[in-house]
């Protein structure tokens, strides 16, 4: 296994602006998910597919996020007019339906300027 | 919220055993001990899990009381590549289950 991937590594960009972030799982996990981290708290759960379908979604998933995951491999995730609170890393984690251990990418580190 | 306690730092000795202790008192009987860790600007690194018995792997040993209310990660021969915050995470498997972290605990490895 090459392991979860994640692109862009790092994103600046202005307040308002549109970013999408992607991210590659473990091939043949069917399982992802993302996550959200801001400086010193643990990640905290924003969304899960399994395969191609949305199964859970966070609260903190506002409507200005959407993450989609079309053909059940790589999936993206969007945020409409960013907003400084934005600024945060967004990880990414891929597993297996049985057994679940989720192995996570490098993460993407958005600056909302 | 996460369902476990865990101290907010600790520092160890490079080649000695690193006992990282985590406190779940709430934990259901089908719910697991998981541990992660983060090194600094990297994703989490999955460690070990358990369910009730003691595990070993290439990385760490996981002590779980027979309780099951703490559990305890060991490093046999920490080095300083081991310095990172660490999760002790309890979650069931099998199910969507998303992961609750809490803010973990800091380990820090000393020359």
């Known amino acids: 296994d090459t392991g979860v991937s994640q692109d862009p590594r790092h994103k600046i960009t202005k307040r308002g602006q549109n970013v999408t972030f992607r991210c590659d799982p473990i091939?043949?996990?069917?399982?992802l998910y993302w996550y959200r981290q801001t400086l010193g708290q643990g990640p905290e759960f924003l969304t899960y597919f399994q395969n191609e379908a949305q199964l859970e979604k966070s609260r903190l998933l506002s409507d200005r996020f959407s993450a989609e995951r079309p053909k059940g491999s790589f999936s993206t995730l969007e945020i409409q007019r960013t907003e400084q609170g934005d600024s945060a890393m967004y990880l990414c984690?891929?597993?297996?339906?049985?057994?679940?251990?989720?192995?996570f990418g490098p993460g993407t580190r958005l600056t909302v300027l | 919220d996460a369902k476990t306690t865990q101290p907010p730092s600790m520092d160890c000795a490079e080649g000695r055993a690193a006992n990282l202790p985590c406190n779940h008192s709430?934990?259901?009987?089908?719910?697991?001990v998981y541990w992660y860790r983060q090194i600094h600007s990297q994703g989490p690194q999955y460690i070990i899990h358990?369910?009730?018995n003691n595990e070993t792997n290439e990385m760490a040993s996981l002590i779980i009381t027979e309780d099951r209310k703490s559990s305890t990660l060991i490093l046999p021969h920490a080095t300083l590549r081991d310095t990172a915050v660490y999760y002790c995470?309890?979650?069931?498997?099998?199910?969507?289950?998303?992961?609750?972290f809490g803010k973990g605990m800091k380990l820090t490895v000393n020359p």
């Open positions: 984690a891929s597993s297996h339906a049985s057994p679940d251990t989720q192995y």
């Open positions: 995470i309890v979650g069931t498997q099998g199910g969507s289950e998303k992961l609750v």
């Open positions: 091939s043949e996990h069917n399982r």
């Open positions: 358990g369910l009730k």
């Open positions: 709430t934990i259901s009987g089908n719910e697991y």
